[in-house]
């Protein structure tokens, strides 16, 4: 016993300077930069005694990890936290990255965490701590399958943009509001997921989603559907249009299989501005608006679609109706 107490006693810490950047105070020590040659990193949790904090990124160059084409794994030891419960630009651009750490149950934040990460094959779990998904996997080309979305996320803008390889996309959580551009590039994408009615952006959602057959119910608070289905030319049938929307730029453009009987209910949609643009006019496609306000003044919806410049009405295969008219 008195032999094991002594080689305790004895134990020198190994010179983390050789592959850390980091400055210590009287509580932590601080890591900035990983400056090593491993391709297999594994952070300490301790230096000079201390607890270990990765400073988050603020901007793209000065990351932990950021830039680094050298890594393939990064493991975190117990007890990891980040400067601000912050994961921002952490892993950027770390281009031969494949496998993810495991993420500290106090991250909130993962702005780009593993933007253009283009080998990385598999995501990470994903603490209920994390609100900001915005960017995360952003052209992580090789990732075939998205995490668990926890409840605790409000913006997924463009978090699986340019993931070319995903095929399924995750549960969306009632917490979401923000999904502009969230699945946008995804080729292999064939089915949306079910929006929740806590999303109000849904601009470009599934644009260049060219497998996606099917259109999901758009919920009620969407205000935003700028783009949504552009490019989407497996599409053959719209979805309802609801109360809310305000804004339709593009929305079905180049959806060159798109055909029938378009619902729009909003009122005040101010722009449709090449909404329609590249479909295909041998393609009957027949949209029905309100007209009218019950004050009998037309509505933006109206006037935006009869707009001499940038309406849609006789462009593109498509008769504009009144609402009141539809029968189907």
Do not use: H
Request: positive net charge; aromatic residues 12%; glycine residues 4%.
């Amino acid at each position: 016993m008195d032999a094991i107490i002594r080689n305790r006693l004895k134990y020198t810490e190994p010179d983390y300077s050789q592959d850390w950047q980091y400055t210590t105070n009287s509580t932590a020590t601080l890591v900035t930069k990983y400056i090593g040659a491993n391709t297999v990193v594994v952070t300490p949790n301790k230096i000079k005694k201390l607890p270990v904090v990765l400073q988050n990124s603020p901007n793209a160059s000065s990351g932990v990890f950021t830039n680094n084409q050298n890594i393939t794994s990064v493991t975190f030891s117990d007890g990891i936290t980040f400067t601000n419960n912050s994961m921002v630009y952490t892993f950027y651009s770390c281009t031969n990255l494949t496998q993810a750490p495991n993420i500290p149950n106090s991250v909130t934040n993962m702005y780009r965490t593993f933007y253009y990460c283009t080998n990385l094959t598999q995501a990470p779990i994903i603490p209920n701590s994390v609100t900001n998904m915005s960017y995360t996997f952003f052209n992580c080309k090789n990732l075939t399958q998205a995490p668990n979305i926890p409840n605790s996320v409000t913006d997924m803008s463009c978090t699986f943009q340019y993931c070319n390889n995903l095929t399924q996309a995750p549960i969306i959580p009632n917490s979401v509001t923000n999904m502009s551009k969230t699945f946008s590039y995804c080729y292999n994408l064939t089915q949306a997921p079910n929006i929740p009615n806590s999303v109000t952006n849904m601009a470009y959602t599934f644009s260049n989603c060219t497998n996606l057959t099917q259109a999901p119910i758009i919920p009620n608070n969407v205000t935003s559907m700028a783009s949504t289905f552009a490019n989407c030319y497996n599409i053959t049938q719209a979805p309802i249009i609801p109360n809310n929307v305000t804004s339709m730029a593009y929305t079905f453009s180049s959806c060159s299989n798109l055909i029938g009987s378009i619902i729009i209910r909003s009122e005040n949609i101010t722009g449709f501005r090449n909404c329609f643009y590249n479909t295909n006019a041998s393609k009957i496609k027949n949209v029905y608006i309100p007209f009218k306000y019950a004050n009998g003044v037309n509505t933006k919806t109206y006037n935006s679609a009869f707009n001499t410049t940038y309406g849609i009405n006789g462009k593109n295969g498509v008769t504009v109706y009144d609402i009141n008219t539809y029968t189907g």
